[in-house]
């Protein structure tokens, strides 16, 4: 029973987000070319940037690209980063906000690119899970083989899946996988997200895991 502060993210956005000429052109572009606004929140964006730079990632494997909001907020944080997108428009659009950065898009669904992957024998510091909720389990799964052992999975937007496979099937979600997999080491951290699309404040949250063993 707890209220938010009116305009409290609206507030903190102006505060601590500095203009992003390349940011916005990214966003602009992808409303113009018809994708759906459901990138990343600036916020979250500077939150992945952060988090990146204060692991010193150097390679950062996105599942989702959309437009590439997040391959660039990685990007700009030293990463190289490869990205998997299975919509051609949303990667033709992406690889034009990209130009410039070192941003590589595979083209196709991920449970077919991941094991490619993995037989190229690639390894990242840092996997970030923005795809759909269906496949989560299975995208987090490669994710653990393609983390360097010490590196971080990052799995966006879990509350959601949670309510509604917890609802569905008995309450098995996707806490209770990543909690039986001894590979990782994983929290979850609930947040508040404000968004145009959406009348109210709503709950989301990420599973943030280190990877210690394959
Ligand atoms: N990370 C992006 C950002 O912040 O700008 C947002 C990604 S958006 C939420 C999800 C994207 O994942 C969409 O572009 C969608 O086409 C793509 N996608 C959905 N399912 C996928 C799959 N199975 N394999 C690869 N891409 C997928």
């Not at 500095?18 to 964006?45: F, W």
């Amino acid at each position: 029973n707890f209220r938010l502060a009116p305009n409290f993210d609206a507030q903190a956005q102006s505060a601590l987000l500095h203009p992003n000429p390349k940011l916005e052109q990214c966003l602009a572009n992808s409303a113009a070319k018809g994708l759906p606004p459901i990138s990343v929140l600036p916020m979250s964006g500077q939150h992945l940037s952060i988090l990146a730079q204060l692991m010193g990632v150097k390679s950062v494997l996105e599942i989702g690209t959309l437009g590439g909001y997040s391959s660039i907020c990685f990007a700009e944080a030293g990463a190289k980063v490869t990205s998997i997108e299975i919509d051609p428009k949303h990667r033709d659009t992406a690889l034009e906000n990209v130009s410039g950065l070192d941003v590589e898009i595979l083209l196709g669904s991920a449970l077919e690119v991941l094991p490619k992957l993995a037989e190229e024998g690639r390894q990242f510091d840092m996997v970030f899970i923005d795809a759909d909720f269906e496949d989560q389990w299975e995208h987090f799964d490669w994710a653990v083989k393609l983390t360097r052992l010490g590196g971080c999975i990052f799995l966006d937007d879990v509350i959601p899946s949670m309510i509604k496979n917890g609802q569905e099937e008995g309450g098995e979600t996707i806490i209770t996988q990543i909690g039986r997999d001894e590979r990782v080491q994983a929290t979850l951290m609930p947040t508040v997200a404000c968004h145009s699309m959406i009348p109210n404040p709503v709950f989301t949250g990420f599973i943030l895991a280190v990877v210690k063993s394959h």
